[in-house]
């Protein structure tokens, strides 16, 4: 019997939590700026939901899906995606018809899919990800997207690549399923025998096939762009028009269908290549939904939404070197010698009550191993107590950023925290103040410079 962390999952711990908690920080702070609420939903949900949702023609319920039947005879699955449960939610409370619409919901957790696992994709991953739900405007699709870019943007993403295509509505659709299926009846022998399924179960889901050997058919087939109906057509270039307005750059893919079964209209994705030359497939991901809100027992009202893979995120960000560096602490305290471990506990406790992060080191009386632990923990000062210290009430708090040292006495401890930290961010004010004021006088240079010409 072994222990191992389960194939496809992993244990995201300190550094990495602590960036996790930092991208989705982030994630929230923007959602908050588009007016998104959040939305905690269960993770387990009847295996319908999904079925219904995000379709029987899909990988994910015909092969992915974690299911099981629980001890009620009921079929259960693990949530492979979060839309469906959001939808769900915002049927059951009712806020599709009492609440003002579109609703806006923003959540994040755990999503579990049985996938092979490899570079960026796991079978347990977590999702970042957002929904307007109520509202026909092609508009929220370019909102969606806007918040997508902005929030790439804030984590330092350079050269986005943002890829767009329409699946058109629901005639378009039909129409174009036909002639896949009038093409693809004509190469099906040749091809995988997922590639056979789907074209019983839902022809458009052949064009998502990875299959190597199947790609030079696949590059021959009809292209849905020439399948639309005039009003699919103008909502499309609508979405683009506006994004041209905004100044988001993307790129029209015909091929890109999405994996699952619910979209209609937009559909897209946000892909980025890391420096060294890592590509973990999209980071992001969503489009519009014009029947699944009705399809769930909800109103005929239509949404969009996106998600982003915390995983693929973090992984650029390292590969790229822009994460967050390990979280600092105030204080590291070092007892030395034969001191009073109990007094001392009592001014950890005393410094931890006002506010300020703090360790000590209860496992060594050594200067050198408190120094190594404090440098290692990050900490931004060093208390030293030794056993004449105890006996004075006169410690020796050392910066060790800068390595400046000053004698406290023990009753001004957190006096003289609080006015050291104080005195840090007047600097780092005045810093601020200096460079808009530069900013200010090149602006005006600039300005007097245009006036000339
Ligand atoms: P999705 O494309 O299946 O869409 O997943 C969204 C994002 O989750 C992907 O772009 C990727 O970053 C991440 N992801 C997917 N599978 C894995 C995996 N096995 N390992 C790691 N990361 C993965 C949806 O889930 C839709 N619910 C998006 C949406 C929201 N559409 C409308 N609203």
Known sequence: MDYNVLKGTHDIIDEEAYNYSYIEEILTNIAWLYDFKEYRVPVIEKSELYQRSVGEGSDIVRKEMYTFEDKGNRLITLRPEFTAGIIR????????????????????????????????????????????????????????????YTALK????????????????????????????????KHINEMCNDCKERLKLNPLRILDCKVLDDQEIIKGAPLMKNYLTLDSKTRFENVLEALDIMGIPYIEDDTLVRGLDYYSDTVFEFHYTSKNGNNYGAIGAGGHYSDL??????????????????????????????????????????????VDINYIMSIVFDVRNNGYSCEINLESKSITSSIKKAVRANSKYLLIIGEDEMKDGIYTLKNLETQEQLDVYEPDLIKVLDALYQEEEDKYCDLTESINELKDEEDEEDEEEIEKE
């Open 293 to 338: 809100v009705k399809e769930l027992g909800g109103p005929v009202l239509s949404g969009v939404g996106l998600s982003f893979g915390i995983e693929r995120l973090y992984n650029i960000l390292k590969d790229d070197n822009k994460l967050q560096k390990k979280d600092k602490i105030d204080l590291y305290i070092a007892p030395i010698g034969n």
């Open 154 to 185: 804030m984590l330092g993403f350079k050269n986005l690549e943002l890829r767009i295509n329409t699946l058109g509505d629901k005639f378009s659709r039909e129409n174009y399923k036909k002639a896949l299926v009038n093409y693809f009846s």
């Open 89 to 148: 939610s915002m049927i059951n409370s009712k806020f599709l018809v009492t609440r003002d619409l579109p609703l806006k919901a923003f959540y994040c957790g755990p999503v579990f899919r049985y996938e092979r696992p490899q570079l960026g994709r796991y079978r347990q991953f977590n999702q970042f990800g957002i929904e307007i739900v109520g509202s026909n405007s092609y508009l929220r699709d370019v909102e969606c997207i806007a918040f997508g």
